[in-house]
């Protein structure tokens, strides 16, 4: 291929991709898009700030975490760019081997401490499944993240997920695996344990109560948010249909559950609409469910994973192809 060819296709690639990143800025109707994330699939905001944290994904195994501002919408890669150099706390996690800077991130949770400085979980995927830990300092201009730790998976699980902070430094966290998934609960002095009863096709998104006494579990296969108890016996275990493959769950206004998804195919003879992104809010009392947003998608913004509450719109963020944070009025 001559010289002027590939010069010729390197301008095209990098005009397609400028034109492409122009138009995923531009609203889509109603709905307007955050720019500057690759692959956003879970969104976590900081407490007291006006700060989120996103994970990126390029690939497999690798990408990239984000700062995303609420109100001024700018972007700010922290991981592995621009963080500060690791400092392993060997005490808490004895179990792990050491720092790994390039992992693809996905599930996100957050136990906070005090003056803005707080614990952030992120579950990683590539050269080692673990759950990589950061301290994050939110105190200065823009938030900060320092390795200090990880959780390596249990041993036989397919895939961790999602993660949730429990009392007493313990975490919880979804194996998901469509042929038959679970939680666990891993704590500092003793590792990993099973959870009793949670053994369900597809376990994705994982949210719990403040004390600790209910998770609240994307069923991404049965097309439900799952409540469980913890600590109870015999185990309860509720199923509250929403009609999309739930993917993340978060904690929205009033005490709501907010699930979040898609709908990729129809299963059996029972007809269904496909939908790049749908969200539901859910009474976790009163198992009311209450639809807010259906999105066909577009080449920009292809498969909603996850939805949290900002300001008076609803955040989705995505993989596939997504690339930006969609943003639907309340």
């Not at 397609?16 to 109707?29: E, F, I």
């Not at 949210?207 to 439900?224: K, M, N």
């Not at 029972?270 to 009163?286: G, I, L, M, Q, S």
């Amino acid at each position: 291929m001559s010289r002027w060819i590939v010069s010729l296709a390197v301008v095209l690639g990098l005009h397609s991709m400028n034109a492409l990143s122009a138009q995923t800025c531009d609203p889509d109707g109603t709905i307007k898009f955050v720019c500057g994330t690759t692959n956003p699939e879970d969104l976590y905001e900081v407490p007291n700030t006006p700060w989120l944290i996103a994970s990126g994904r390029y690939s497999d195994s690798e990408g990239p975490l984000y700062a995303v501002h609420i109100r001024d919408h700018t972007v700010r890669e922290i991981f592995p760019a621009g963080a500060l150099p690791p400092q392993h706390d060997t005490l808490t996690y004895r179990a792990c081997p050491g720092p790994n800077n390039s992992f693809q991130p996905h599930g996100l949770t957050l136990r906070e401490g005090s003056g803005n400085v707080h614990t952030l979980y992120v579950v990683g995927h590539g050269a080692r499944e673990a759950i990589e830990v950061f301290e994050l300092n939110a105190s200065g201009a823009f938030p900060s993240m320092k390795w200090i730790g990880c959780i390596p998976a249990p041993e036989g699980t397919r895939r961790i997920n999602s993660i949730t902070v429990l009392p007493g430094g313990s975490l919880g966290a979804t194996n998901f695996d469509t042929t038959g998934g679970e939680l666990w609960e891993w704590y500092p002095m003793t590792g990993w344990i099973e959870v009793p009863g949670s053994q369900m096709r597809g376990p994705n998104g994982l949210v719990s109560s403040d004390d600790g006494e209910w998770f609240y579990i994307g069923g991404w296969s049965d097309r439900a948010l799952v409540r469980l108890s913890r600590g109870q016996t015999p185990v309860r275990v509720d199923s509250i249909s929403v009609g999309f493959n739930v993917d993340n769950v978060r904690w929205g206004r009033a005490g709501k559950v907010i699930v979040a998804g898609h709908v990729t195919r129809c299963e059996g003879s029972d007809p269904c609409e496909p939908a790049a992104a749908r969200v539901a809010e859910v009474d976790p009392n009163t198992f009311a469910v209450r639809q807010l947003v259906d999105y066909e998608g577009n080449d920009f913004f292809k498969l909603g994973t996850v939805a949290i509450d900002v300001n008076d719109e609803i955040w989705i963020g995505g993989i596939n192809g997504s690339f930006g944070i969609a943003r639907f009025p309340r």
